[in-house]
């Protein structure tokens, strides 16, 4: 059996539609099974890892757990442990190894110590921009054709969620990946402007994009996220290292398949601009 923490989130839902289409044992983890919408044939279990002492019926008979950050990764896997557990896969970040000293960088680096820690088997998964990210930009769609953020010219190799979720299923279901930090790319860099275009192409409709000041994105962005969050975003998006800014081979050299474009992605996922 597989548990999957996230489950009503970008990789983690996908990560349950992929296991599922092959078959596999999963069960899905939420605080709300009521509202989470998942088809009737899914194995939901409630539970929330704020309170672990929650998580007992969803531990067991779970063999590999697909793991959230949640600050509490400690007594998690405490519990994990106990349960029987052998293999864990962590959704982390590559700015534990381009952004240490940075918040991001900080409290993922503090889960992946806490893992490495457990005693169990592990697999890190460190993706760079997420191309779920632009679902952002879905309000300023409804409103019109003009997508606004700043940055318009910097170029980063947005990763598929789909892609990060071949990955994670690949490590939760196949040996020979314990101990392995992987960093995920899309195959290619890709600017602000280019994913609008590539979003217009997908839904039908001529989109464009203006570029709006890092101020004006963050006033925005303060009224939904914590202020370190904010600035650490800004910083990503706006002054990348020279890794975060290279395509990398590693979807494929772990799943045997190639990284799909943001194009792909905006294809797939149409339906979230309509």
Do not use: C
């Not at 296991?19 to 194995?43: I, K, N, Q, S």
């Not at 600035?231 to 998006?237: G, P, Q, R």
């Not at 395509?247 to 050299?253: C, D, R, S, W, Y």
């Amino acid at each position: 059996m597989i548990l999957i923490s996230g489950a009503t989130g970008n990789v983690g839902g996908e990560l349950l539609r992929q296991l599922r289409a092959e078959g596999a044992a999963v069960r899905a983890l939420t605080r709300d099974p009521a509202r989470a919408g998942f088809p009737p044939d899914v194995d939901v279990v409630e539970g929330d890892f704020v309170t672990p002492q929650s998580l007992a019926k969803a531990l067991s008979g779970v063999e590999a757990l697909f793991l959230m950050m949640s600050g509490n990764e400690a007594a998690v896997l405490e519990e994990a442990a106990r349960a029987g557990v052998r293999r864990i896969v962590l959704l982390s970040t590559m700015a534990v190894e381009t952004r240490p000293d940075s918040f991001i960088g900080k409290v993922h680096q503090e889960a992946e110590s806490a893992v490495e820690e457990s005693g169990l088997e592990w697999t890190f998964l460190r993706p760079g921009q997420f191309a779920s990210n632009t679902r952002s930009w879905a309000a300023q769609l409804a409103a019109g054709d003009v997508v606004r953020t700043p940055y318009a010219q910097v170029a980063l190799p947005a990763v598929h969620s789909g892609d990060i979720a071949a990955v994670a299923r690949t490590a939760l279901t196949q040996d020979g990946h314990a101990g392995a930090a992987y960093a995920l790319t899309g195959p290619a860099p890709i600017t602000p402007v280019e994913q609008v275009a590539a979003i217009g192409e997908a839904i039908g409709r001529k989109l464009r994009h203006e570029e709006i000041t890092p101020e004006r994105a963050q006033e925005a962005m303060a009224a939904h996220m914590p202020a370190e969050i904010v600035a650490a975003t800004l910083e990503f998006l706006g002054s990348p290292t020279v890794a975060e800014t290279q395509a990398l081979p590693t979807v494929e050299t772990v799943t045997g398949k190639p990284a799909r474009t943001f194009a792909e992605w905006a294809r797939d996922n149409a339906d979230s601009f309509r």
